[in-house]
Structures are given as C-alpha cells and as structure tokens.
C-alpha cells in the first residue's frame, strides 16, 4: 500500500468515526431525559421581572426556546423534574433567596399553560396545588413545600397531564398549551 493510500484510508476512517459519533450524540438529544433546569440561562437577567417564562420579549433564555421547539414531548420531562432539588447559581425571580430545578421546573409548568391574559390557566386537575396565601411568593411556595413536599407536586402534575394529554396543543398566537374541547358521546 503507498503513503496515499494509507492516509487516504485514515482519513475516510476518521470521518466515518466522527459521523457515527455525530449521529449518535444526535440520537442522545433527540431522546433527552432531562433539562439543566439548575443552570437556567437566562440572557442579562431579563426572566425576573412580571411576566411569563416563554414570553420572549421577557425572557431571553435559550433553554426555554428548547423546551418550546420540544412542545407537549418537553411536559412529561418537566413534571420528572419537579422533585429535583439542586439549586439554582442565583435565584431566577426578583426577591427569591434561592430557587431549585424543581421550582424551575414548576415556574416554567404553570408559565406554559397560563394564556397570554397572565390569569387563565388552562391545565385542569391541578386545584390542590392552590394555596391561598397572601405573603410573598417564595414564603408560600416554601410553606406548600414544606406541608405537603416535591412529591405530592409532581404526583398531581403527572395525574394532571396523564388525564389532559391528547387534547394539549400549542397555541402560538397566545404562546402557551390550551386544551381541546372533549367530544360528547350522542
């Protein structure tokens, strides 16, 4: 075999070793099982302030853009995180002390199926996740945590979605899930 040859040879071996590792890490994304939810990328701070997580003009955060290309496949991965307790760098709200996956995880639940009003939401089944607490939001949400746990959270999510599942869709004009209406039996 001539020098040619042989590094003809490597290279056409090198190349498909890069393409099959290409396309398995490929095949690794597609089949994400969860979101680095504990390093929250949000662009200048700007996910703070009033509004919802998905609203771009809001939030400039790459993870979120991935978690809305993914759409109803990204919901089962983000109630899977509800218990994930690892903390935040920095909270991601205003006058939070600390946030965690699991917050996040929740933050971007509620954002997700909340319409563009900031009032309607539209994920039926969740009424024991309603606290009515009249303190600041982080005093509440630590307080459910603490009575009823991470767990409880996740578990009334996944029954939630379970129930609702095939009638979520996308609704890009008003950028949340709404529900399709059930069809009645005559």
């Known amino acids: 075999m001539t020098k040619i040859s042989v590094v003809l040879s490597s290279a056409v071996l090198s190349l498909a070793m890069l ?43 790459k993870l979120m853009d991935a978690i809305i290309a993914q759409r109803q496949a ?8 509800l218990t994930d307790s690892r903390e935040t760098k920095e909270p991601i709200y205003d006058y939070w002390s600390q946030t965690t996956a699991g917050d996040i995880a929740y933050f971007i639940l509620n954002d997700l199926f909340t319409d563009s009003n ?14 009515n607490c009249n303190e600041a939001a982080e005093t509440c949400w630590r307080r459910f945590l603490k009575k009823h746990g991470r ?3 996740q578990d009334q999510w996944r029954a939630a979605w379970n129930a609702n599942k095939d009638r979520v869709y996308w609704d890009e004009q008003a950028r949340c899930f709404r529900l399709s209406p059930t069809t009645r039996n005559k």
């Open 151 to 153: 767990k409880f959270v």
């Open 74 to 81: 990204a919901i089962p991965i983000l109630i899977s995180q």
């Open 118 to 131: 900031w009032t309607t939401f539209n994920m039926p089944g969740l009424e024991a996740l309603k606290d």
């Open 19 to 61: 393409a099959s590792t290409n396309a398995s890490s490929q095949s690794a994304a597609l089949k994400l099982k969860k979101l680095p939810l504990w390093n929250f990328d949000e662009g200048g701070h700007t996910c703070r302030a009033k509004g919802r997580l998905q609203d771009k003009e809001y939030c400039d955060s």
